[in-house]
């Protein structure tokens, strides 16, 4: 986890372990539903540099240690439940039915 601010974010928890397992679960959660449930706005989005120029940053752990940085998400609190999320993002952005 070589990203700035390491020192606020294990500051958030009593152990590495437990922040560990909330970014983790976190940036699943961001993966799964192509970071639209993001809290960041998108001049907050964590961004990397390419030869195209700035492009957002791919990696959804960058994403979840910045919602966790801006204290939007707070570990215990904010995070919302697996399942409660799932049905919320399957109502806003419908899966298509694969085709058989």
Same mark, same amino acid.
């Given at each position: 986890?070589?990203?700035?601010?390491?020192?606020?974010?294990?500051?958030?928890?009593?152990?590495?372990?437990?922040?560990?397992?909330?970014?983790?679960?976190?940036?699943?959660?961001?993966?799964?539903?192509?970071?639209?449930?993001?809290?960041? =706005?998108?001049? %907050?989005?964590?961004?990397? /540099?390419?030869?195209? &120029? #700035?492009?957002?940053? !791919?990696?959804?752990?960058?994403? =979840?240690?910045? %919602?966790?940085?801006?204290? /939007?998400?707070?570990? &215990? #609190?904010?995070?919302? !439940?697996?399942?409660?999320?799932?049905?919320?993002? %399957?109502?806003?952005?419908?899966?298509?039915?694969?085709? #058989?």
């Amino acid at each position: 986890m070589a990203e700035p601010g390491i020192d606020k974010l294990l500051a958030l928890t009593d152990n590495k372990y437990k922040l560990t397992v909330v970014i983790a679960k976190r940036a699943q959660q961001l993966l799964r539903f192509n970071f639209k449930n993001t809290v960041l =706005a998108p001049p %907050e989005w964590p961004k990397m /540099r390419t030869i195209e &120029g #700035e492009l957002p940053d !791919p990696n959804p752990v960058t994403w =979840a240690m910045r %919602e966790l940085q801006s204290g /939007r998400l707070v570990i &215990g #609190e904010n995070l919302i !439940p697996e399942d409660k999320l799932s049905r919320v993002m %399957e109502e806003v952005y419908p899966t298509e039915p694969e085709l #058989e």
